[in-house]
Nanobody, 124 residues
Framework: QVQLQESGGGSVQSGGSLRLSCVVSEYIYKRYYIAWIRQAPGKERLNVAALASDGRTSYQASVRGRFTISQDSAKNTLYLQMNDLKPEDTAVYYC??????????????????WGQGTQVTVSS
């Protein structure tokens, strides 16, 4: 079973930056989607950024231009560079993986493998 482990969360002031990392034990799917998904208190999980095995990327509108998803295949590591952070970015950020059987970007509930999450807190 694949394991995902996030790191890099923390507390920053508005306008600051953080880089999240997710180490994937093994890419068990030939075609896959891997994503950063966040959940704020009292809110549903939200796809922040996603990467497909064919190199396509997708961003939630509110983070486009501020966040960048990338992957180091040699290190089996997914990254999320977050710049110009805002208080509304405060959430637990999860790394999640699923088999890529469709061209459509999966919603959060379709991801099958999840990390434990890392807290990001942005103060004003």
């Amino acid at each position: 079973q694949v394991q995902l482990q996030e790191s890099g969360g923390g507390s920053v002031q508005s306008g600051g930056s953080l880089r999240l990392s997710c180490v994937v034990s093994e890419y068990i799917y030939k075609r896959y989607y891997i994503a950063w998904i966040r959940q704020a208190p009292g809110k549903e999980r939200l796809n922040v950024a996603a990467l497909a095995s064919d190199g396509r990327t997708s961003y939630q509108a509110s983070v486009r231009g501020r966040f960048t998803i990338s992957q180091d295949s040699a290190k089996n590591t997914l990254y999320l560079q977050m710049n110009d952070l805002k208080p509304e970015d405060t959430a637990v950020y999860y790394c999640a993986l699923t088999k890529g059987y469709s061209k459509n970007w999966p919603p959060p509930y379709e991801y099958t493998d999840w990390g434990q999450g890392t807290q990001v807190t942005v103060s004003s």
